[in-house]
């Protein structure tokens, strides 16, 4: 079969690399002419963990490649899968322009019989419109299905090679017979369900692990009052087989380039739809107010951070991944310039801080790349550890240590043992663990 994927960011990339290695012919699509020049030639625009190897092997068999042309490819494809972003509004309702300029796009060239599958994170009811404006441009009749997309970046190869379920969205058992044909070899369930369930399928989806960090974090905040340890809470709570001891994460509250803008949508159709006192906006309120509280009470217990230096470890939003939307990185740093510190020196196994929308803060030259993280650490009054990537978590702090300083260690994902390092002589400062109270 031959398919389009349209838009070669983390979803589109991953999802091309491997129906290609799956014996089909694929056309990746973008209108960034620099990351498709760069990917004809084995080159990723972003980092992905086993990416590069499996569009490698799709040029070498030349059933991948990569274009910008949608006369080329789209009069060729029997399915078209839509994987272009769809960030928030300044409203937080969901920027459908993306999606709608790919699919007007796409209808220009459509044969009859192909099936456009939106991978795209899109609301539910939005295919009517897709519909419309697509039936507008052209005469063959549209079949429209929803193949929402619930791959983890750090994972995403291995988890479209193993997903966990397929969502097909349509009514149309036909499509639904091409498409579950299609998924087949990847040995998931396979559910046939309306385009709307599959949409708020995956909002809900989202929202739900939102929520599950949201939580955790708000009992880690009690925590710091009543003596108790959240990651003692934590075990003693996932042996409820209704809760399960997993996906739990206290921390700076979630970030990321979906958790966000999913959560911020549904708040949104939320108070459009009457619901004006909706959980949605207090979470998103709460996270988006969580670094500055933690940050604030942290600045309290370490008697303030004007012309110190300071170590930011983890730059990424999460680890094994170089994406940086929304992480914490980003709203850390102009915290600690605006609280006077002197240098900041960051360090991050992938992300390249000349990369990140942080590189045209005004206070950038107070602010270093490190090459490792001994480097940034020299020195530092204050360490902060914000992405749990395996080489920041077992690093040995104590050689570091510098003795003729009062040093503190924010461990913003309690990976590290508070033992060793109060032991070393570091003030380690956590998430809703007794230890920041008994010990400071
Ligand atoms: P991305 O921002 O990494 O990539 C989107 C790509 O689409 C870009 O390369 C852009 O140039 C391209 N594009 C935009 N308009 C286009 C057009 N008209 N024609 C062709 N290309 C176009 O996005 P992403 O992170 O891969 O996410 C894509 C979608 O998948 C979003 O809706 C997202 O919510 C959803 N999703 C993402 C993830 C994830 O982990 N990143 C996981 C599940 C679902």
Redesign the pocket.
């Known amino acids: 079969m031959t398919i389009t994927v349209?838009?070669?960011?983390?979803?589109?990339?991953v999802t091309a690399g491997v129906f290609a290695e799956l014996g089909h012919q694929v056309y990746g699509?973008?209108?960034?002419q620099k990351?498709i020049a760069s990917l004809n030639q084995g080159d990723l625009?972003?980092f992905e963990p086993e990416l590069k190897e499996l569009v490698l092997a799709g040029l070498q068999t030349k059933r991948l490649q990569f274009t910008?042309d949608?006369q080329v490819a789209i009069p060729d494809s029997q399915v078209i899968f839509v994987?272009?972003?769809?960030?928030s509004a300044d409203s937080g309702a969901v920027d459908l322009t993306?999606?709608e300029?790919?699919l007007l796009?796409v209808a220009k060239y459509l044969i009859p019989e192909a099936i456009v599958v939106v991978?795209?994170?899109?609301p539910p009811g939005s295919f009517d419109h897709f519909a419309k404006i697509m039936q507008e441009v052209t005469k063959v009749p549209v079949a429209l299905a929803s193949a929402?997309?619930?791959?983890?970046?750090g994972s995403?190869v291995s988890e479209t090679r193993h997903p966990s379920r397929v969502v097909i969205g349509t009514t149309d058992d036909r499509v639904f017979t091409i498409l579950r044909n299609l998924h087949q070899p990847l040995g998931a369930p396979i559910l046939q369900i309306s385009p709307a369930s599959a949409q708020m399928g995956?909002y809900a989806a989202n929202a739900y692990l939102a929520t599950r960090i949201t939580f955790i974090n708000q009992i880690a905040d009690l925590c710091q009052h009543n003596g108790a340890d959240i990651e003692e809470v934590i075990k003693s709570m996932g042996f409820d087989p209704r809760i399960g001891n997993h996906f739990w994460y206290p921390g700076l509250g979630y970030g990321?380039?979906?958790f966000p803008?999913?959560v911020k949508e549904l708040a949104y159709f939320s108070r459009t739809v009457g619901y004006g006192d909706n959980w949605f906006n207090s979470m998103q309120e709460f996270n988006e107010g969580r670094i500055t509280r933690i940050l604030d009470d942290v600045l309290v217990k370490v008697g303030g951070v004007d012309g110190q230096k300071i170590a930011v470890l983890g730059l990424s939003f999460k680890p094994n991944t170089d994406?940086t939307?929304e992480a914490p990185a980003l709203k850390v740093i102009p915290y600690l310039l605006q609280k006077g510190v002197a240098q900041i020196q960051v360090y991050d196994p992938q992300v390249q801080l000349s990369r990140t929308p942080f590189a045209n803060h005004s206070e950038i030259d107070q602010v270093n790349q490190s090459t490792n993280i001994a480097q940034a650490c020299q020195d530092a009054d204050g360490i902060i550890l914000l992405i749990e990537w395996p080489e920041i978590v077992e690093f040995e702090y104590s050689q570091i240590r510098n003795k003729s300083k009062n040093q503190w260690l924010l461990d913003a994902r309690n990976q590290l043992d508070p033992q060793a390092l109060s032991d070393a002589g570091f003030q380690y400062l956590s998430i809703g663990r007794t230890w920041n109270k008994s010990h400071e």
């Open positions: 349209i838009g070669t960011g983390f979803v589109g990339v699509l973008d209108i960034d990351k625009p972003f910008t949608y994987c272009v972003g769809t960030p993306y999606v300029s790919a796009e991978k795209s994170t899109v929402p997309e619930f791959l983890r970046e995403a995956k990321g380039s979906c803008k999913d994406d939307r």
